[in-house]
């Protein structure tokens, strides 16, 4: 008998707790970026297994949690897949990884919503002048690698892993 699938609440207690002693670039506590992608999800109609990656998104990359616990935690295969597909790996090439994110069915409206906390322009505004300015250059590249530039908006597209939203 297999354990169930830690629920969302489960998930987001987890991932605040892991980043806990973490800030962003502003300073302010990094699970506000994680609730803030984990929503940015939800309203543009992702399921609860990209919710679910949405606030496990950083935790891989940044060290809050290990490759290893992931591939032991109660979540989906699903989820797994997710999470791993929006980390970037140390040394990895932008094309490499934006191609993985493309490939893998959900990943980009993760990485959609984490794009769009973190290039808001009033986040960008605290940080210093230079901060801003290579940050918000290394925004807009990956969503243009991502095809996230063109005129649709995130509400008008599909989501493919979750074809009752558009």
Do not use: C, F
């Not at 990094?30 to 990656?53: T, W």
């Not at 606030?55 to 897949?81: F, T």
């Not at 530039?149 to 597209?157: G, H, N, T, V």
Request: charged content about 25%.
């Amino acid at each position: 008998m297999t354990d169930p699938d830690l629920t969302l609440a489960e998930v987001e207690v987890i991932a605040r707790a892991a980043h806990a002693a973490q800030t962003d670039k502003a300073g302010r506590p990094y699970a506000e970026h994680l609730a803030a992608v984990a929503e940015g999800v939800r309203v543009r109609g992702g399921s609860d297994e990209q919710i679910a990656a949405a606030w496990l998104h950083d935790a891989i990359e940044d060290g809050a949690l290990s490759p290893q616990w992931l591939a032991a935690a109660a979540l989906s295969q699903e989820v797994k897949v997710l999470v791993l597909a929006v980390t970037k790996r140390p040394g990895e090439e932008l094309s490499s990884y934006t191609g993985r994110i493309l490939a893998t069915p959900g990943a980009l409206l993760i990485k959609e919503a984490d794009l769009a906390h973190n290039g808001d322009p009033a986040r960008l505004a605290v940080l210093d002048p230079a901060t801003r300015s290579r940050l918000a250059a290394k925004y807009a590249q990956v969503r243009g690698l991502l095809g996230l530039d063109d005129a649709a908006s995130s509400a008008e597209r599909k989501n493919p892993a979750n074809p009752g939203t558009h």
